[in-house]
């Protein structure tokens, strides 16, 4: 395993969080967590394009119930923080 290519993976996840606060930027976090797929060596952030393109027009139970998801793909660590503040 490349650790520094994990790292850039674990970059990415964090840049797509941060992007999908922004409503606007929406499809840009979907970019940025499908590179985080794509450099992901251990499965880390597996599903978490697709969850985040679930979010878009998500409300009420049912984007909850995304962002439960995305707290099982993130596991605990620095990025459940992050997926905390996709809850409005």
């Known amino acids: 395993m490349d650790g520094q290519q994990q790292r850039q993976a674990l970059s990415a996840a964090e840049r797509s969080l941060n992007?999908?606060?922004q409503p606007d930027k929406l499809s840009d976090a979907v970019g940025a967590a499908r590179k985080a797929e794509q450099l992901d060596q251990i499965g880390a952030f597996?599903?978490?394009a697709?969850?985040?393109a679930r979010l878009e027009g998500a409300g009420g139970a049912e984007r909850e119930a995304?962002?439960?998801?995305l707290?099982?793909?993130v596991g605990?660590?620095?990025?459940?923080?992050l997926v905390d503040r996709?809850?409005?």
């Open 19 to 21: 992007l999908a606060a």
């Open 46 to 48: 597996s599903g978490l």
């Open 50 to 52: 697709e969850l985040l």
């Open 66 to 69: 995304v962002v439960a998801e």
């Open 71 to 73: 707290r099982d793909v």
């Open 76 to 81: 605990p660590g620095p990025l459940i923080a």
């Open 86 to 88: 996709l809850v409005r």
